[in-house]
């Protein structure tokens, strides 16, 4: 079993332990993850493998630069939804003026053709920036790697916990430097390089950082070559060769 997120949320221990114990091994993508299950379930922490997940790509030369088109200061990547933070990033866009700021998504995973409430107090607060944010709506992936490749600093503003935070990993494998909030499972990913962690759910925080990485240009040279070096060590195939590797020590009863 390969749990991606928090399980059996409403569940009782008895419960939980009875139905992890149909499975020979317990894999979670995170140990945020793990640590959650263990003290729910009551369940020792051991018994659950953890490997992270990676995402599609080739190795990349860090010293190659892919930029093409205007570059773009700050881009977010996700859902437009509370949990994300997006509201967050927009209160932290006032304190960073001049910058332009591009949010891709929507509240849903897909264009509806109507906005969410979020999303339209979003937008309102993105057109008051001095300069006004772009929201591109859902996008293909590869104008999103474009996209990616262009911007200065992408950011993850998550308020939730997140149980990996696969759009951090999306963002170091591209030529930008990136910046996420400390929340779940991304302090895990951001060990192997090349994130700039701030807490959560603080707008104030949020925008110093976005300042120092845009009026640094080595600082942001740094942050994005260490991102792709962490990266590039995480295959698809060591992934694969973690996986068959992990067990649990005993069968969960």
């Known amino acids: 079993l390969v749990l991606h997120n928090r399980v059996m949320r409403w569940s009782t221990r008895f419960a939980m332990r009875r139905a992890l114990s149909g499975f020979d091994a317990v ?4 140990h ?12 020792a922490i ?21 930029t093409s088109g205007a570059p773009i200061d700050v881009l977010f ?8 933070g997006v509201v967050d990033l927009l209160k932290a866009m006032r304190h960073v003026p001049g910058a332009r700021l591009t949010i891709v998504g929507g509240a849903w995973f897909r264009d509806l053709g109507r906005l969410s409430k979020y999303e339209q107090r979003a937008r309102r607060l993105g057109d008051r920036l ?7 709506g859902p996008l293909p992936p590869a104008e999103v790697e474009e996209l990616r490749n262009r911007a ?7 308020r939730w916990s997140e149980p990996f935070g696969l759009t951090v990993l999306e963002a170091m494998r591209s030529h930008s430097a990136v910046i996420a909030t400390r929340a779940g499972g991304i302090p895990e990913i951001a060990s192997l390089g090349g994130v700039l962690l701030v807490p959560r759910r603080r707008p104030r925080a949020l925008a110093s950082a976005i300042r120092g990485l845009l009026c640094d240009s080595q600082a942001r040279l740094d942050n994005s070559v ?5 990266t590039n060590f995480r295959t698809w195939t060591s992934v694969y060769a973690e996986m068959t590797q992990v067990s649990t020590r005993d069968r969960l009863r």
């Open 27 to 30: 894999v979670c993508v995170s």
């Open 32 to 43: 945020y993850v793990a640590r959650d299950l263990s003290r729910r379930s009551g369940i």
């Open 46 to 66: 051991d018994h659950f493998g953890v490997v992270h997940p990676t995402v599609p790509g080739q190795h990349r030369d860090p010293s190659e630069s892919e």
């Open 77 to 84: 990547v996700g859902r437009v939804a509370r949990e994300k």
């Open 130 to 136: 001095s300069t006004p944010a772009t929201f591109t």
């Open 152 to 158: 200065l600093v992408t950011v993850v503003p998550s």
């Open 226 to 230: 260490d991102g792709i070096e962490g």
